[in-house]
């Protein structure tokens, strides 16, 4: 290693945060549990296990990662395990070594590092250093673009020999907003390369902060696979079209946040990511095998009409409660009532809604055999959920319930429960294979859903579950959660499938990619992996009765491109809407066609993608006049790191849980509620007379209080005898502590001299304002003060 390279890695050491711990990569599955990788301190039978294989020593191991990454002396070898782990075809051995450091008996640093026992190549390291005084500086030292280059460096130093097998992967890590902090871990990753195609589950990855330390590696690699020759592969362009006739996107009614606290349904189209054989264009399961699925959903509900009307609101008592449950399900003679509670909580649209919660213990000859549990709206009596439990030898049915039986029974008892919504209930058939050849008590249950369309658009969250107990015919579990909400009368007009198709080809890249799984293979039939995880889990198999197949395959994908925010596409208007507000947005980083060449281009560009500042017909109006609800925005978004809204401690949108607004002229249907009830809770602006006025202009003198205000120094800045500075107008100026503090930080300069307290703020001297603001703040961090 180089003396330059060593330099950089003694400086890591030195300031290196928390990093994420080295993860088994994905063809290594379950190695760790299966080998007996151990904890702890090195002992002598991994050494004499080592040194007669043949691989490198603990401590010839421990010689090498000192050297790789320029370990302190300080930092003493704390433990290390010797482990096999499973690779495409063969096994890998791997030594783990964890270096701890430690100050006055304290902890003050640990770095974990792993090589490959037979070459003595670095696998991964992490690293943690206690040091709360370091604080990453903004704008940042080092950006994405300089951090691949550190990383292609370091790889040259510790991985050589894989240079020239790997390439860049442009979408992973990538942060679509810019930064609005120092506080920034890249993460740039290099893809294996085989021939020309990436293989995605091979790459070598590291993290690196903002002041350019490399925190991180991880190389994650398999010699063993063999792979397929990409001669034969259809071109990119004809496998768009494949995809294009394949993919159908589907209508489902979702709910987005909303800005009031009080979200409403939006129908949107959804469009699963599809896979195809990039030799044949056959459509391949998306996970590589065949997964274990619920069933088919019959094209027609369960009736043409709803057999009743809504249930009526009113107040249950607990003995109702009670009798609810016994007509609906029944409880055995001499169940004993165990416990009632009754609960009321608020909904988003501000309802109250109620529930009771009761419990029975199933008693035999004084010893309890069993139990029901029950929740039942307070309000109508409709039964929620239930749930009932006996042990087999309480069973004294011998009875075999087919599973058209089974289905007939969960058909009929949804439709004593939920009459009222029957022609809007969908039976979703159980594949008849998972049950052949199976006997009741291998059965257990028979698990049947329903799913609930408006206008044959999916409820995506509502959800019903029955489970029919395969040895009596009797319902073992209940389960309906029907969201309170209105929907249109007709079904609403929607943009065309192709359409929506269009729209998501723009979210999606289309990637020629190997891919690599495990099939798992019983009496010579392949088994669902999910059908797999159960049987092993639950002890149906062991592993002599399954013979794993790897595979290899050469494939077409979608890949979802970077994006700035989660989204969902409006059926009715097309439009791209983002889940978190609800508010039309766009795939890409908003940008506005007037900042370009301005003097304040930058800071603009940084409000308006974290949509501070709102754009009109593309563009900020640099120059217009700030108002007040903007700037209030600006600062909420600036201090909370970019999120949309700022939260409360149980996780609820500010003011959400108000039944009213607190300024008289800012409503919760304003855009603007939620970050002037947020500033509000966190004291950056008074309640004064109930007034808040939103559209009106911002002086200086009232920008300056604001910011120092964020900054934490306001009571301070009172004492503005403290803070001397010789302004040509300080008699005009009402806050001249606050003033003092914002020029002498340099977030807001003079003019000739002059702080020009009653000046209006433009959008462009805000924004500037606002982005100092973010350097200072980090400038000023205090390190805790160590005694």
Known sequence: M???????????????????????????????????????????????????DGEITRARAEQLLRQYISIPKEYKLQSSSFSRQELFKGEQKVWRMDFVKTVNGKHSGTIYASLDANTGQLLSFDSYVNNPAAAPTYPLKVNREA???????????????????????????????????????????????????????????????????????????????????????????????????IGVPELSYIVPGSPNGKPEPALAYNFSPIVIDAATGEE???????????????????????????????????????????????????????????????????????????SWRLMKEGKEVGYLQANVNGS?????????????????????????????????????????????????????KHYEGKKPEEIGSYSITFRHKIHGADVSYDRISVSINARNGKVEYYDASIAEHDYPAKAP?????????????????????????????????????????????????????????????????????????????DAVSGQWRSHETGAVTTLEVP?????????????????????????????????ERITRGELIKMLVLARSGGGYYSRDDSGLLAGAAKESASFNDVAADSAYFVYVESALEQNLIDLGDGSFN????????????????????????????????????????????????????KIMSLSDGKFLPDKSVTRAEASIAFYRYLQKRAELQEAPLRM
């Open 2 to 52: 180089n003396e330059q390279m060593k330099k950089k890695m003694a400086l890591l050491l030195a300031s290196a945060m928390l990093v994420s711990a080295y993860t088994v990569p994905a063809v290594y599955a379950d190695s760790a549990a299966e080998t007996g990788q151990k904890d702890g301190a090195a002992n002598a039978a991994e050494q004499k296990e080592a040194e007669a």
């Open 147 to 245: 951090a691949k280059g550190l990383a292609q460096d370091f790889i040259e130093e510790v991985a050589k020999d894989y240079v020239s097998q790997i390439k860049l992967n442009e979408s992973v890590g990538v942060n679509a907003l810019p930064p609005l902090s120092g506080e920034v871990r890249h993460e740039i990753r290099f893809d294996r390369i085989v021939g020309d195609v990436p293989y995605l589950g091979n790459y070598i990855q590291l993290s690196i902060d903002s002041e350019g330390h490399v925190l991180g590696f991880q190389l994650n690699w398999d010699n063993t696979i063999e792979f397929p020759k990409a001669d034969k592969t259809i071109p990119a362009a004809q496998a768009e079209e494949i995809i294009r006739k």
């Open 284 to 358: 391949l399961p998306l996970n590589g095998y065949d997964s274990w699925s619920d069933g088919a959903v019959e094209e027609q509900p369960l009736t043409e009409k709803p057999l009743s009307l809504p249930p009526k609101g009113g107040k249950l008592t607990e003995e109702e409660a009670v009798e609810a449950v016994k007509k609906a399900f029944g409880v055995p003679e001499g169940a004993e009532l165990q416990g009632t509670n009754y609960n009321e909580y608020e909904l988003d649209s501000g309802e109250i809604s109620t529930r009771w919660d009761l």
């Open 380 to 432: 109508t009596g409709a039964i929620l959920s239930y749930y009932g439990w006996s042990n087999r030898e309480n069973d004294q049915s011998g009875t075999s319930v087919t599973l058209d039986a089974a289905i007939q029974k969960a058909v009929e008892t949804v439709k004593q429960q939920l009459p009222w919504i029957t022609d809007e209930l969908y039976l979703v058939k159980p594949d008849a």
């Open 493 to 569: 007009a929607t943009i065309k499938t192709s359409e929506a198709l269009d729209r998501y080809m723009d979210y999606y890249d289309i990637a020629l990619t190997y891919r690599v799984f495990s099939e798992y293979w019983m009496g010579g039939v392949p088994l669902p992996i999910e059908k797999y995880n159960l049987m092993r889990a639950s002890g149906e198999i062991n592993e002599d009765q399954v013979e794993e197949r790897a595979k290899v395959e050469l494939v077409y994908l979608l890949q979802q491109k970077p994006r700035h925010e989660s989204v969902f596409l």
């Open 591 to 623: 940008k506005a066609t007037d900042a370009a060449g301005h003097w304040a281009e930058e800071s603009l560009g940084l409000m308006v993608a974290y949509k501070a500042l709102d754009l009109e017909d593309g563009k900020v109006r640099p120059n």
């Open 694 to 745: 939103p559209d009106a202009t911002v002086t200086r003198d009232e920008m300056a209080e604001l910011i120092v205000r964020a900054l934490g120094y306001n009571t301070l800045a009172n004492y503005d005898h403290i803070f001397k500075a010789s302004f040509k107008d300080e008699a005009e100026i009402d806050n001249k502590g606050q003033a003092a503090i914002v020029v002498g930080l």
